[in-house]
Structure formats: structure tokens, C-alpha cells
């Protein structure tokens, strides 16, 4: 697990703005907005949409 995420029940990970998740799609858990990540060196922003800090990987 990486340092500062947290696991949700159901064993979701959760990543928060500023994280290096990896490269793929993260879902806002407030909104459902979906941010790409291009790069493993990329960090999670804040939710373009609502300005939300957590996020769930989808692909």
C-alpha cells in the first residue's frame, strides 16, 4: 500500500490529490469525474470538477 492511501471497504483503494498512483484513470469519490494520468511520475490533482482530494483507480 502507499504511504498516506487508504483502503475503503471492498478493498477499493483510495488515492489522494498529490499521490503518485501510477499511470491510469482515477473516479472522484465525490463526483465521479474522471482524471488521466499519463506518466507514474504524474501526481493526482484536485478534482477538476468539484475540487474533491480522493480518488479510486478504474482502469
Same mark, same amino acid.
Given at each position: 500500500?502507499?504511504?498516506?492511501?487508504? $483502503?475503503?471497504? @471492498?478493498?477499493?483503494?483510495?488515492?489522494?490529490?498529490? +499521490?503518485? #498512483?501510477?499511470?491510469?484513470?482515477?473516479?472522484?469519490?465525490?463526483?465521479? $469525474?474522471?482524471? +488521466?494520468?499519463?506518466?507514474?511520475?504524474? $501526481?493526482? #490533482? #484536485?478534482? #477538476?470538477?468539484?475540487?474533491? @482530494? @480522493?480518488? @479510486?483507480?478504474?482502469?
Amino acid at each position: 500500500m502507499r504511504a498516506g492511501s487508504v $483502503q475503503r471497504k @471492498e478493498n477499493t483503494m483510495v488515492y489522494k490529490t498529490g +499521490e503518485k #498512483p501510477g499511470k491510469g484513470s482515477y473516479r472522484c469519490l465525490n463526483c465521479g $469525474q474522471v482524471v +488521466e494520468l499519463k506518466s507514474d511520475d504524474d $501526481q493526482l #490533482p #484536485p478534482c #477538476p470538477n468539484c475540487h474533491h @482530494e @480522493e480518488f @479510486e483507480k478504474i482502469a
